[in-house]
């Protein structure tokens, strides 16, 4: 069955609602629109790119009436770069967007009415937040072009600046790229898999202490001692790693990395609390807003100092290390080798004592943890997008903690976990939904669980 519009048709549409994708929501005689470049709010006219069955997908050409909720974008890359999507939609509005996109995944999918849900915490300050930069390299015309990939493709967007991440970045892009067009350094190629450097990854710590991986193809980097001083001469670098990823694969990273210069790792905190960060380590990339999403979730924990909390999907310890202090013990669990050995070294750089960091699957760890009479009093479950392991839900409800704190980067895949427990004898209290990636359409929430007695 055909629907009521075709491609290259031109329509004036008003933009009621924005996907998850941060594409803007029209309607034509109750058939749905996707509309890249329109926001709540505006009247504009889209031209239609695509058609299916129950919806189509088209490109603002003209704001007729823009939204009251629009705004002159600071990144000048915006409209080409993939990075983010909100841009253009004022900070107050993309927070209230994201309160919704979270009640409506708790009501819709969760099937859950009368949950506290409170307002989206944001930054008083959204801009270079992030301590991670991840940038493509690539080729355009004899030209090296280092950044994001284009929306929808594979081409690099070069960008002298990027807003969301620090200043010791910019400096660093621009290094890398005056060395490749100095000494004719060929950027790495998708489709011919030929050329040397693919990817430029940043890591900076709280104290400004910044470390520098080239991902290459191989081991050999051409005048590496000339971009080694290079890079050296920025007084934040303390720290320049090769990386060799020889694979055709969009995960960055590969397995092998070889230092250049200076310390092994950086150090960065959340809180007061110290981590190691070596080139693999995965470590939030907004630590103002880790501070406040961990906080929240010790708070709902509501702790004394007698309870035994399980930390699953536990990654590097970063919940457990901020549990430890309230806790009388602390069981991290969780399935990547790696992680678990930063977690064991963390604790240990902390002088922290009473957590035991253990690798495997959560939904099989938990288990043996309980038969050797080691009962959870509290869990906490920081999943990945994905979401929580049916298993693991299972087991949570065996276990019978008095409270579950749920964190999430996933509001869909929570609100299913969600549905879950509060069938199988858990009571949804609150969720906290907070800010952590500005002018993007991601959000992570922390929720709060209690044994519901009556249910069991």
């Known amino acids: ?229 290079s890079l050296k001469a920025i007084k934040e670098v303390v720290s320049i790693y090769q990386n060799i990823n020889k694979k055709r694969t969009p995960v960055i990273l590969g397995n092998k990395n070889i230092k250049l210069y200076g310390e092994d790792k950086i150090v960065d905190y959340i809180d007061k609390f110290k981590f190691y960060i070596s080139p693999n380590s995965f470590f939030q990339v907004n630590p103002i807003q880790t501070e406040v999403l961990y906080k929240k979730a010790l708070e709902y924990l509501d702790l004394n100092g007698g309870e035994t909390v399980f930390d699953l999907y536990c990654g590097i310890g970063t919940i457990s290390l901020f549990i430890s202090e309230k806790a009388k013990s602390v069981y991290g669990v969780e399935i990547v080798s790696d992680a678990i050995k930063d977690a064991k070294e963390n604790a240990k750089l902390n002088n922290i004592e009473n957590i035991e960091f253990i690798e495997g699957k959560s939904e099989e760890i938990a288990p043996k943890l309980l038969k050797e009479g080691i009962k959870a009093d509290k869990i906490v479950v920081d999943p990945p997008r994905k979401g929580c392991d049916e298993k693991l839900l299972e087991t949570i409800v065996k276990i019978k903690p008095e409270t579950v704190v749920y964190v999430s980067c996933n509001p869909s895949t929570l609100a299913r976990d969600l549905k879950y427990l509060n069938e199988n004898g858990y009571k949804v209290i609150e969720v906290q939904p907070v800010d952590m990636f500005p002018w993007t359409m991601h959000v992570e929430c922390v929720t709060l669980l209690t044994r519901n007695e009556d249910k069991e």
Do not use: W
């Open 1 to 229: 069955m055909k629907g009521p519009v075709s491609i290259g048709d031109k329509l004036d549409l008003n933009i009621i609602d924005l996907t998850n994708q941060g594409l803007g929501v029209g309607k034509v005689e109750g058939f749905t629109i996707f509309v890249e470049g329109g926001l709540p709010g505006d009247e504009l006219i889209a031209e239609i790119k695509k058609t299916k069955k129950n919806f189509a997908e088209a490109k603002a050409v003209e704001i007729k009436n823009p939204s009251s909720k629009r705004q002159i974008s600071e990144c000048k890359y915006y409209k080409n770069c993939g990075g983010c999507q909100l841009h253009e939609l004022n900070y107050r509005a993309q927070l209230d967007i994201k309160t919704n996109m979270v009640k409506d995944a708790i009501e819709r999918i969760g099937k859950l009415e009368d949950v506290k849900i409170n307002p989206t915490i944001g930054m008083k300050t959204p801009f270079r937040y992030r301590n991670k930069g991840m940038f493509k390299v690539g080729e355009k015309e004899g030209h090296i072009s280092i950044g994001y990939f284009k929306n929808k493709s594979h081409e690099v967007v070069d960008i002298e600046e990027c807003i969301i991440q620090d200043e010791v970045t910019d400096k660093v892009l621009k290094i890398v790229k005056e060395y490749m067009e100095k000494y004719n350094v060929q950027a790495y190629n998708k489709k011919t898999s030929k050329g040397v450097i693919r990817d430029i990854v940043t890591r900076k710590a709280k104290d400004g202490s910044t470390m520098v991986i080239i991902v290459t193809t191989s081991e050999k980097i051409p005048y590496k001692d000339e971009l080694i001083k």
